[in-house]
């Protein structure tokens, strides 16, 4: 099977009912997705696919062939991701880190969807789980991002 | 495109993790070959560090820095970095010092070795736990710092050909002003890694009026890669050739393998290269982690009972156990417990008063549920050595053990402490909970590097517990209403006693009663007892320890008395801290940055009932007070505010320390609202995060900090800040409902609306 993941084409070789996580990680190396839950609880795995994000620890890996895949790695690629990582070192936003490739990957499509997001849609798609409790330093980066939606 | 052989191979060196780790594997074998470094000692035999004179911990410069020839500044830190900042907070110290901006600085963690065990006051000793990093290295980092500096010095004034006195520094060069002329610290520092480390009493440290980075709220070094996706955990570890592994444990601590039913199904599924019987765990190796998992819990075993007594410290889960029913037998230990602190004669007092104030309070078991979960790489080497890249929180203690496990020499095994996905008191070495033995053996068994990732649910089921406590209250107040006498029994096994053993001189845990313990309130009659009650769990340390349940017991109590002599809780801690200038300063901040204490309940303006809660603790060296803002909403708890004033005497980074409070803040509300690790039939009810709820982004509070400094000797931050959470919003909910909380967590009782 054929996968596009950051602009590239990468043939893959696991089942395909594996979950996306882990032929990113184990097979195309790509360890910057984390593994969390593997139960879409926490949401340190999410990816974009078409631009959606997705938890790709319960993506079985031939649901998203053809899809246009996107992962932290290639995050400084596109403008909206180039901002979103701004803003989260302006604000200092991780701490352990973990959970942060998956919360930047949300933020990046929501911002791509909605330039100029109200609370109520940031707090409706900022959902992944932080252990370290960075929400309110999230919170504050997603802010600024919203009010900076026109100029980016 | 699509060539995925080849791609794999070439994609260790895009990724930066493994470029990380080989790098310090080239170091490592060719130490002191890399021209222009200032170091490179790295604490195996035969390194150009080692050749040395033994040296004290902390005064061995080329042990700890490289100094690059782009100015570019590489420190070894005694401490590993999981989120608290400790990283950053050595390159100011050290920083400052050597006249290096911090943001020069690259910092990893270092190999075990004596040169880097600089926790003063504990010769021989090294961990990142008890928030003493950076309060008991302080004065040594400093020192290393300075005698870098010096030997830069030396080294510019032979090829300045002028004499030190006439030197000086600014930040990464040695500037001669008479002449206009300077060097940089990188084309110094081949020079200068020959020179000899000066005496450590020949340097004198900078006056902290002209600190330029300690105390200042200098970036983090990490920031970036944490949020690219760049930074690498010890779950990212790669090294060529290497498989991978998943693991089955048995259900209950101390169950064998009997046999495996479908074993040969196993081994012939997808992408599996071996099944094997580990000590209490079948383990799947296969070429890639999902296929391995999907073996490993497509196994059917037939355990066995635990036969004979446990291993030491190890203990058997016996097949009926409920924490329900446990609480309950802590509730009816019987006894009046083992004295861990006592003033007056509070069983006097006690027995003579009128009227007695009792209740008894509970704390539940709580998991790390840190992010990252548990995996280990380990290579076998063909000289014999070991490589182990390895999440831990003490790396010499790692070293021992894994060297027993593999039967060879500590000396022969390098311990890589990648950055940590959270830790908690999650990676200290704990038998049973930890997978690198697991990694050791398999990596043995096939003879390839094998990493071992736990799943989720398997570490649920081998995590170690935060101690469960029961706690009997009584207390009596004068004929004014304060406090005369209070007496906690607390029914608990502290976590030092449940992971090393009961002292056998008949010393108490004192981490099973602190918070319990330690408190500056001036009640004249007070006796703190512990009954200690064996768990059958396994226990570790969680974050801020004993105080994080037991300053919720005792300042939830202490309300209640409070209520009882007719007292508002904040005036009444005040009075009780008259003569405290420390604390009553610090209870004044908090007050002052609520915008002034009340208590309610009040409606707020979007029309719900409020009210707020105060608390007070006294965890590892510093001083802190929480108010918390409650409403009832839907029935659940919703914290609306929290507001902390926290001392830790002096500090390093006001930005990181407020980062830090927010992340004990968070961890402390989801203890208090939501967090409990329960058992039935032996077994955990919650293996992941369904079932085991954290807190979750929509019900973090607003988050307010002020940083004390009275100038108290420094004390810890990456814990501090938790335990004054729970009881603030504990007595806060008490007054709101008149319904009085006595019990984590608040989901487990019922409110209304």
């Not at chain 2, 998943?246 to 169950?255: D, I, S, W």
Request: charged share 20%; aromatic share 6%.
């Amino acid at each position: 099977m054929e996968l596009r993941i950051n602009r590239e084409t990468y043939s893959v070789q696991s089942e395909g009912d594996t979950p996306l996580l882990w032929v990113i990680r184990d097979e195309l190396g790509l360890t910057g997705t984390k593994y969390g839950c593997g139960i879409a609880q926490c949401g340190a795995c999410s990816v974009l696919v078409d631009g959606v994000v997705t938890r790709s620890c319960v993506t079985p890996v031939d649901s998203v062939e053809g899809s246009e895949i996107t992962t932290i790695e290639a995050i400084e690629a596109d403008e909206t991701g180039r901002r979103v990582v701004e803003a989260w070192v302006a604000h200092q936003v991780p701490q352990c880190g973990y959970c942060q490739s998956g919360q930047v990957m949300a933020a990046t499509a929501l911002l791509r969807e909605s330039p100029n997001p109200s609370e109520e849609e940031i707090a409706a798609v900022m959902v992944n789980l932080c252990r370290c409790g960075t929400y309110n330093a999230i919170k504050a980066a997603m802010a600024d991002l919203a009010d900076g939606g026109e100029r980016g | 495109m699509g060539d995925l052989s080849n791609r794999t191979l070439t994609r260790p060196e895009l990724s930066g993790g493994p470029v990380n780790l080989s790098r310090r594997g080239f170091l490592l074998a060719s130490s002191g070959a890399a021209a222009g470094s200032l170091v490179l000692g790295l604490g195996l035999p035969g390194s150009r560090a080692r050749a040395q004179e033994a040296m004290a911990p902390g005064t061995r410069v080329p042990a700890f820095l490289e100094i690059r020839p782009d100015g570019t500044v590489r420190l070894l830190s005694p401490f590993v970095e999981g989120g608290q900042g400790v990283f950053t907070a050595m390159a100011q110290i050290v920083g400052e010092e050597l006249d290096a901006d911090p943001a020069t600085f690259v910092v990893e963690n270092a190999p075990p070795g004596a040169d880097y065990q600089v926790m003063e006051g504990m010769p021989g000793f090294r961990i990142t736990g008890g928030s003493l990093s950076v309060r008991t290295s302080y004065a040594a980092m400093r020192r290393l710092g300075a005698l870098a500096r010096a030997m830069l010095m030396t080294a510019a004034a032979a090829q300045l050909g002028a004499p030190v006195s006439e030197l000086s520094t600014e930040p990464g060069r040695v500037v001669h002003a008479a002449s206009g002329r300077s060097l940089g610290y990188g084309e110094l520092a081949p020079a200068a890694l020959d020179l000899p480390v000066p005496d450590p009493e020949s340097v004198t440290l900078r006056d902290p009026a002209e600190f330029r980075w300690i105390r200042q709220p200098v970036k983090r070094l990490d920031v970036y890669e944490k949020s690219t996706g760049k930074a690498v955990f010890a779950i990212d570890a790669q090294v060529e050739g290497m498989l991978h592994a998943a693991v089955q444990h048995a259900p209950r601590l101390g169950m064998t393998i009997g046999t495996i039913r479908n074993e040969d199904e196993l081994r012939a599924m997808k992408g599996v290269h071996s099944v094997h019987h580990l000590p209490g765990a079948v383990a799947v190796v296969a070429e890639r982690w999902w296929d391995a998992k999907r073996a490993a819990e497509a196994a059917q075993v037939d355990w066995r009972e635990p036969e004979g007594a446990p291993e030491p410290n190890l203990r058997h889960m016996p097949a009926d156990f409920s924490t329900d029913a446990f609480g309950d037998a802590l509730e009816r230990a019987p006894g009046d417990g083992e004295e861990a602190e006592a003033k007056g004669d509070a069983p006097k007092v006690l027995g003579e008063a009128e009227t007695v104030v009792g209740a008894t309070y509970r704390a539940p078991f709580v998991n790390h549920a840190q992010l990252e979960p548990p995996a280990t790489l380990a290579r076998f080497n063909p000289d014999g050595t070991l490589d182990l890249w390895v999440p831990n929180q003490a790396p010499d203690m790692f070293q021992a053990d894994a060297a027993k496990q593999a039967g060879i020499e500590p000396a022969r095994v390098r311990v890589h402490s990648p950055l940590l996905g959270g830790f908690f008191g999650r990676h200290f070495l704990y038998p049973s909970s930890n997978p690198y033995p697991q990694a050791i053996a398999l990596a043995k068994a096939v003879g390839r590097p094998v990493k071992v990732i736990w799943s989720r649910e398997e570490e649920f089921l081998r995590d170690r517990l935060r101690p469960m406590a029961v706690t009997r209250f009584r207390g009596t107040l004068d004929a004014d209403g304060l406090p005369l006498a209070l007496e906690a029994v607390s029914a608990c096994e502290g976590p030092s006693e449940a992971i090393s053993g009961r002292d056998k001189d008949g010393k108490l845990d004192p981490m099973a009663t602190e918070g319990l313990t330690g408190k500056a309130y001036a009640i004249p009659n007070v006796r703190v007892a512990q009954i200690y009650v064996q768990n059958p769990t396994m226990l570790g340390y969680w974050r801020s320890v004993g105080h994080s349940m037991n300053d919720f017991l005792y300042e939830s109590f202490f309300d209640e008395m409070a209520d009882q002599g007719g007292q508002d809780p904040y005036e009444l801690r005040l009075r009780l801290l008259a003569g405290n200038e420390r604390l009553t300063n610090l209870l004044k901040a908090v007050g002052d940055l609520s915008g002034g204490w009340r208590r309610g309940p009040f409606t707020a303006e979007d029309g719900s009932r409020r009210a707020r809660g105060v608390a007070m603790a006294s965890p590892f060296g510093s001083e802190a007070a929480s108010i918390a803002e409650v409403s009832i909403e839907e029935g659940e708890v919703r914290v609306h505010d929290l507001w902390q004033a926290i001392d830790p005497g002096s500090i390093v980074n006001p930005a990181i320390i407020e980062a830090q409070v927010n992340s004990a803040v968070a961890l402390g509300l989801s203890q208090v609202l939501l967090e409990e690790a329960r058992y039935e039939k032996g077994q955990p009810v919650a293996r992941n995060f369904d079932m085991y709820p954290i807190l979750p982004p929509d019900r973090m509070p607003r988050v307010h900090v002020r940083v004390v400094e009275s100038g108290a000797p420094m004390g810890g931050i990456g814990e501090p800040g938790l335990p004054s959470v729970p009881p603030a919003v504990a007595n806060a909910v008490s007054h709101l409902t008149g319904q009085r909380a006595r019990r984590m967590p608040l989901s487990r009782l019922s409110f209304e609306s």
